[in-house]
C-alpha cells in the first residue's frame, strides 16, 4: 500500500514552540535566542548586557550546553535569574526543553528573555524556541565568509553581532565583506559590530535595538 | 550532527501513520528535503537505519529526495531555481545577485511510505 503523509518533520518542535510564542506574548516577555559558532561571545555579551542594564531591565536567561554549567554561572554572577540546560551531545536547544524549565521563571517580571544555544552555526537554526528573534553573533576572529558558508542564520535573524571588533588590527576580517554576504542573504537585517571587551565598543548600539525590540513587542 | 533527533522524529511520525492504518510492516519511507534545510543525507540514513531495526522496522529503506530551491527576486520578483542550489544565485530576469528571498527549499518532510 502507498500512504501519502505529508508531515514536517519538525512538526512536534514546531507546535511546542508556538506554545511557547503565545506563554511569551501573554506574560509580555521579549525571548531572543542567540545563535553563534563555540567561543563568539554569547556569555560575554550577555554578562556585559545583564550588567549594565540591569537598573532599567529585568532580564533572565536561559543557558544551553553540551555540558558543564560554566556559563550559567558566569552570568548568574550578575545576579539575573538564570536556568542551565545540559544537552549532553545534542547540537542545539529545542522548544520541549525551554517548556520544561520555564516554570522556574517569574515571566509576568520579566523584560527580556535571553536563550543562550548551544555554540553551533547549523543545526539551532532548525529549531524554533519560541523567540521572538534569532540574534546571531560572529566575532572577527571566525573568518569573513561565514555568512556566505552559513547564510541560513543570517537569512532568519534579525540582528547580527560583529563581535570581537578590538581584535580587527590583529586578524584578517573585511567587516564589509562579511556584511555584505549577511545582507545579501536578509535584507533587513541589523549589522552591530560590537566589542565585548574594554569600554565595549558599540554596545550602546545593542542596547538600543533592545529597547526598541521591547517597545515593538508590547506595542 | 541533528540528524539523530529528525530521525527520531521521523519514526515517531511513521509509527503514528502505521497504527493508523493498521499496518505492521513497512517497506519504505520517502523524505523529500530542501537544499536549504541543513540537513546531511547520509547522517540522517544511518540514523533512521539504526532508529528503525530498534522499532521493529529493520529493512525498511529510507529514500530521500531532493527539492527544488524557489526563489524570488526582491527587485523584479521574477520566480527562478538556481543551479547552483545556493541564497546567492543571479536572477535570470534582472541579473540581481542578492537578496533573494526563499520561496521553497528549506522543508522536510515526510512524504509517502509503502507498507503493508
Ligand atoms: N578580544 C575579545 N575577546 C572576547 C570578546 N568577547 C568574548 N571574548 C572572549 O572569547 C572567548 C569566548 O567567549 P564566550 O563568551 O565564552 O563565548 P561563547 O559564545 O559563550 O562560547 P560557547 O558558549 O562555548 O559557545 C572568551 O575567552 C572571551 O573572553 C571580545 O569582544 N573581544
Ligand atoms: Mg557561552
Ligand atoms: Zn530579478
Keep these: 500500500m502507498e500512504i501519502e503523509v505529508g508531515r514536517s518533520l519538525l512538526e512536534g518542535n514546531e507546535r511546542r514552540a508556538a506554545e511557547l510564542v503565545g506563554i511569551f506574548r501573554e506574560a ?106 534569532k540574534v546571531a553573533l560572529l566575532s572577527v576572529a571566525e573568518g569573513d565568509d561565514k555568512p556566505e558558508k552559513y547564510p541560513l542564520l543570517f537569512h532568519l535573524a534579525s540582528v547580527l553581532l560583529l563581535n570581537k571588533i578590538d581584535l580587527l588590527p590583529y586578524v584578517d576580517f573585511d567587516p564589509l565583506r562579511a556584511e555584505r554576504f549577511a545582507k545579501a542573504a536578509n535584507q533587513g537585517l541589523r549589522v552591530l559590530p560590537v566589542s565585548c571587551r574594554g569600554e565595549g565598543q558599540g554596545l550602546a548600539a545593542w542596547y538600543d535595538w533592545l529597547r526598541e525590540a521591547l517597545r515593538d513587542k508590547r506595542r | 550532527m ?41 547522517a540522517l540514513r544511518l540514523a533512521f537505519d539504526s532508529l528503525a531495526e530498534e522499532n521493529g522496522l529493520a529493512g525498511a529503506v529510507l529514500e530521500l529526495a531532493e527539492d527544488p ?17 545556493s541564497l546567492f544565485a543571479i536572477c535570470p530576469g534582472c541579473g540581481q545577485e542578492f537578496l533573494h528571498q526563499v520561496k521553497s527549499g528549506r522543508e522536510l518532510y515526510l512524504d509517502r511510505l509503502e507498507a503493508e
Design chain 1, 28 to 133: 509580555g516577555v521579549l525571548a531572543l535566542n542567540l545563535i553563534s559558532s563555540p567561543g563568539a561571545g554569547k556569555t560575554s555579551l550577555l554578562e556585559r548586557t545583564l550588567k549594565d542594564l540591569a537598573p532599567e531591565l529585568r532580564m533572565a536567561v536561559i543557558e544551553g550546553d553540551l555540558q558543564t554549567d560554566n556559563d550559567a554561572r558566569r552570568v548568574a554572577a550578575s545576579g539575573a535569574r538564570v536556568e542551565q540546560i545540559n544537552t549532553y551531545g545534542g547540537c542545539h536547544l529545542d522548544a520541549a526543553q525551554i517548556h520544561e524549565v520555564l516554570p522556574r521563571f517569574d515571566l509576568r517580571g520579566t523584560d527580556i528573555l535571553f536563550i543562550e544555544n548551544v555554540g553551533n552555526l547549523v543545526c539551532p537554526v532548525e529549531f524554533h524556541c519560541g523567540e521572538d528573534h
Design chain 2, 2 to 42: 541533528h540528524e539523530f533527533s529528525l530521525a527520531r522524529n521521523l519514526l515517531e511520525i511513521i509509527r503514528e501513520e502505521l497504527a493508523r492504518g493498521g499496518y505492521t510492516r513497512l517497506y519504505r519511507a520517502r523524505v523529500c528535503y530542501g537544499p536549504l534545510s541543513q540537513v546531511a543525507p547520509s
Design chain 2, 69 to 85: 530551491l524557489v526563489l524570488v527576486c526582491s527587485f523584479c520578483r521574477a520566480e527562478f531555481t538556481p543551479p547552483e542550489q
